[in-house]
């Protein structure tokens, strides 16, 4: 029995003329099962979290998405806090927008895509600047409202 590698670097194994028969697994070796089920596993964990990271994500995205009607429910805003309001809502938009582009992410995600996909790209991008600006926006109102008073 032998074995010769026929392209340098690419490791072609063949076995000729082997006896018995049962020799021939030189290439895939005897211990071939636990190698794989440990990878099926390791690539089965990072499925599921990469599913559940999605599901936060769409969680999120729904509680943004309620900022505008939890602003309206306190009513309208005194006469020295309309300013902060008016930025309340402007964070809300943001929040609100960051919130639509997670959930159409969501929506075409393929989480075992080969390459990366350009347009979750972009949905991701647009989630971050909506959210960005809204926290800015609702940090400023917050400070402003703090030392009106």
Same mark, same amino acid.
């Given at each position: 029995?032998?074995?010769?590698?026929?392209?340098?670097?690419?490791?072609?194994?063949?076995?000729?003329?082997?006896?018995?028969?049962?020799?021939?697994?030189? #290439?895939?070796?005897?211990?071939?099962?636990?190698?794989?089920?440990?990878?099926?596993?390791?690539?089965?964990?990072?499925?599921?979290?990469?599913?559940?990271?999605?599901?936060?994500?769409?969680?999120?995205?729904?509680?943004?998405?309620?900022?505008?009607?939890?602003?309206?429910?306190?009513?309208?805003?005194?006469?020295?806090?309309?300013?902060?309001?008016?930025?309340?809502?402007?964070?809300?938009?943001?929040?609100?927008?960051?919130?639509?582009?997670?959930?159409?992410?969501?929506?075409?995600?393929?989480?075992? #895509?080969?390459?990366?996909?350009?347009?979750?790209?972009?949905?991701?991008?647009?989630?971050?600047?909506?959210?960005?600006?809204?926290?800015?926006?609702?940090?400023?109102?917050?400070?402003?409202?703090?030392?009106?008073?």
């Amino acid at each position: 029995m032998y074995f010769t590698i026929a392209h340098p670097g690419r490791y072609y194994l063949a076995a000729r003329n082997a006896t018995p028969g049962s020799i021939t697994d030189i #290439a895939a070796g005897r211990r071939i099962v636990p190698g794989l089920l440990v990878q099926s596993l390791l690539m089965l964990a990072g499925l599921a979290a990469l599913i559940l990271a999605g599901l936060i994500g769409v969680i999120t995205a729904v509680r943004r998405h309620r900022c505008s009607a939890e602003l309206a429910g306190l009513g309208p805003p005194s006469a020295g806090l309309r300013s902060e309001y008016r930025q309340a809502r402007q964070a809300c938009a943001g929040f609100e927008q960051g919130a639509r582009c997670d959930m159409a992410a969501a929506r075409i995600l393929n989480p075992v #895509a080969a390459k990366p996909q350009p347009k979750v790209t972009r949905l991701f991008r647009c989630s971050d600047a909506g959210i960005n600006r809204g926290s800015k926006l609702i940090a400023v109102a917050v400070s402003d409202a703090s030392f009106r008073g």
